[in-house]
C-alpha cells in the first residue's frame, strides 16, 4: 500500500519565492553592467607588451622622450646647416668686396694717368671705350671715358656720336649706338666736364644688343665741342687702335 505524504501548502511563503527568483534574475544582468563600468573607471594599469620575437614594447613616456631626443638632433642639424650657410655667405661677400677693392684700385690708377698724360698737346681726349661681353653673344655692356689735357677752367660741353662698323652678311654696315641700345638709354650722348668723364656716370655701364648675324669690326667714337675741331678716335673691337 503506498504511502502518503502530507504536506501543508503555505501561499504567502510561495509568493516570496517568486518575488526573490524574479529578483534574482534582474539582478544579474545589472550586476554585469556595473562589473564592466566599475572596470572602465579604474586607472589601466601598466602592462609589459611584447612583440613577436619576445622583445619589450616601448612604452609611451619613453616614445615621448625618444621623439623629443630625435627633435633636439633635427634642431641641431638645421643649426650647423645655417652656420655653414652663413659661413659660405660671408666668404663670398669678401671676395666679392676684395674684387671691387681691386677694381677700384685699377680705375684710381686709370684715371691718374688720364691727369698726367704724357703728351703735352691740350684739350679734349677720348680715352677709352671700355667694353665687356655678357653670357649672350649678341649682348654687351661699355663705358666710354673722356679727359682733358691743360688747366683751363672752363668745361668742355659737347656731343658724343658712336658708330658701330661691321659685316651684316656681305655687306658693310654702319650702326648707331642709338640703335643697339639694350638698357638705360645714355642717349643723346652730351658730356660737360673740367678734368675727365665716364659716360654714363657713378661708374655703371649702359648696354648694346647686336642684330644676329651682324659681327663687328670696329667703333668709331666722335666728339664736338663747339668752336672747337671733331675729335675722331676709332677702336677695334675689343681692342684699342
Known sequence: MASWEVRVYDPQRAKRQRWLIALLVLCLPLAFVGGVAWQRLQPPESVAVTDLTGAPVVDEQLQRELDELRQRVAVLSSADTLSQQANEQSRLSIKLLEEQIYKQQ????????????????????????????????????????????????????????????????????????????????????????????????????????????????????????????????????????
Open 106 to 241: 685699377q680705375d684710381l690708377a686709370f684715371y691718374k694717368g688720364v691727369l698726367a698724360p704724357g703728351t703735352r698737346r691740350e684739350g679734349l681726349r677720348i680715352k677709352a671705350f671700355e667694353l665687356q661681353a655678357t653670357d649672350k653673344p649678341t649682348h654687351f655692356r661699355y663705358k666710354i671715358l673722356l679727359s682733358r689735357v691743360g688747366k683751363g677752367e672752363e668745361p668742355l660741353e659737347g656731343q658724343l656720336q658712336v658708330a658701330i662698323v661691321g659685316k651684316q652678311g656681305d655687306r658693310d654696315v654702319t650702326l648707331d649706338l642709338a640703335s643697339l641700345d639694350a638698357g638705360e638709354s645714355v642717349q643723346p650722348l652730351n658730356f660737360a666736364f673740367k678734368h675727365f668723364q665716364a659716360i654714363p656716370e657713378a661708374g655703371r655701364f649702359a648696354e648694346l644688343l647686336l642684330p644676329e648675324g651682324f659681327i663687328p669690326h670696329e667703333i668709331k667714337v666722335r666728339a664736338e665741342v663747339e668752336g672747337q675741331k671733331p675729335l675722331l678716335r676709332t677702336f677695334k673691337w675689343n681692342k684699342e687702335e
